[in-house]
Nanobody, 124 residues
């Protein structure tokens, strides 16, 4: 049974930092592509950052240079380090996983099969 559990969300002032974590169970994180997605009220869910099973990342233009995605395979955990946060980063952030595919499609929401419940990030 695949399970993804996010943590680390919260409220922060603009310019601050947060680190999100996604604990994986039911499969080995190193064998799947994984990503972080977010959904703000009234908006569609969008890809923020994702990483292939071989640890090649991809970022949305809106977060390049501010967010860093990483995996700790020993802990079966995915991370998202978010720096220089802006009010427009406010959203519910989801962790997701999919079977290995091409790098170009890493940020495509519809290609992910497994999802966590989300963790709220609020930037004021």
């Amino acid at each position: 049974h695949v399970q993804l559990v996010e943590s680390g969300g919260g409220s922060v002032q603009a310019g601050g930092s947060l680190r999100l974590s996604c604990a994986v169970s039911g499969y080995t994180a190193s064998s799947y592509d994984m990503g972080w997605f977010r959904q703000a009220p009234g908006k569609e869910r969008e890809g923020v950052a994702a990483i292939t099973s071989s640890d090649v990342p991809r970022y949305a233009d809106s977060v390049k240079g501010r967010f860093t995605i990483s995996k700790d395979n020993a802990k079966n955990t995915l991370y998202l380090q978010m720096n220089t946060l802006k009010p427009e980063d406010t959203a519910l952030y989801y962790c997701a996983a999919r079977s290995r595919r091409d790098w170009a499609s890493l940020l495509q929401t519809t290609l992910y099969s497994y999802w966590g419940q989300g963790t709220q990030v609020t930037v004021s």
